[in-house]
């Protein structure tokens, strides 16, 4: 737990779909002969062959599908910015107010080349070529003044090089903030988090971003997040049942009333193994 001060006389605050992942099915797998073939059985999963660095998917209308048996992508820690503009509730006539912060995470590999992953509507995968982002954190403050922490969740597509279902959870405060922890939502002391009672509020959006295997780094990263939004994680659908992308700025500009958010950019950069 961690502990964050700060004095203020006033605050203007600065600034899918679901992939899950296990073992392969015995009616899926890649072969380990020298011919290398897998097929599927009675549970209707297509099969692999594998030779090399290369495996080939059946589809069940037969066309073949080469991919990747070798990760480029690589698990372990990382660490990066987050910047941006923010407007809230308790920013003077909605006026945006930048955002700056460090970014923390780490990149959980699924499992080995001989396992297959099941995105769901998509072809399974090796599941060396999914990486699940855990402890993702982002911490910071808003003009240099108010501090805010975001919990960050997600999943790494190896093979199209993209962050999916990526979602920030963030809280901001204008005094002492709690860090979250084992994933928990940060809480500010001394009140609700409810803008209305002038201590801070919550806001949450995707989170999207490349991958660069030559530097092993989260590149050209995107984040936008509504105060509509707050507790909501993605999976779902929005305050009133539509679409999350309903109560998102396309501009990333928050206007307000009743209309509070912020956008900006994030990266993060391989720094040591797990």
């Not at 999963?45 to 992508?73: E, H, M, Q, W, Y």
């Not at 979250?180 to 940060?186: C, I, M, T, Y």
Request: hydrophobic fraction near 30%.
């Amino acid at each position: 737990m961690r502990f964050h001060w700060v004095f203020a006389t006033a605050l203007m605050l600065p600034s899918v779909w679901v992939l899950s992942c296990g073992a392969s099915h015995s009616s899926s797998s890649f072969g380990d002969d020298e011919g290398g073939s897998g097929s599927g059985s009675d549970s209707g999963d297509p099969g692999f062959s594998s030779s090399g660095n290369t495996g080939t998917f059946t589809s069940p209308d037969g066309a073949l599908v080469r991919i990747p048996l070798k990760g480029d992508c690589r698990g372990g820690h990382y660490t990066g910015t987050f910047t941006g503009l923010y407007t809230s509730v308790l920013t003077a006539v909605g006026v945006p107010i930048p955002v700056a912060g460090n970014v923390s995470l780490d990149l959980d590999q699924e499992g080995s080349a001989d396992t297959t992953c099941h995105p769901a509507g998509e072809l399974p995968v090796p599941c060396n070529q999914v990486f699940t982002l855990k402890n993702g954190t982002i911490t910071g403050t808003a003009d240099g003044l108010f501090p805010y922490y975001c919990v960050m969740t997600g999943t790494l597509d190896c093979q199209s090089k993209v962050l999916d279902e990526g979602w920030i959870q963030c809280t901001y405060c204008a005094g002492l903030i709690v860090d979250g922890e084992g994933g928990s939502p940060a809480y500010c002391i001394g009140g609700s988090t409810d803008g209305a009672a002038g201590i801070g509020g919550r806001f949450a959006g995707p989170l999207t971003a490349e991958y660069d295997v030559s530097s092993y780094s989260f590149v050209n990263g995107y984040w936008n997040g509504a105060e509509a939004l707050a507790g909501n994680n993605g999976m779902m659908p929005g305050p009133d049942g539509g679409s999350v992308w309903n109560y998102l700025s396309d501009s990333g500009l928050y206007l307000g009333p009743g209309d509070f958010g912020g956008s900006g950019t994030w990266n993060g950069t391989w720094v040591v193994d797990q």
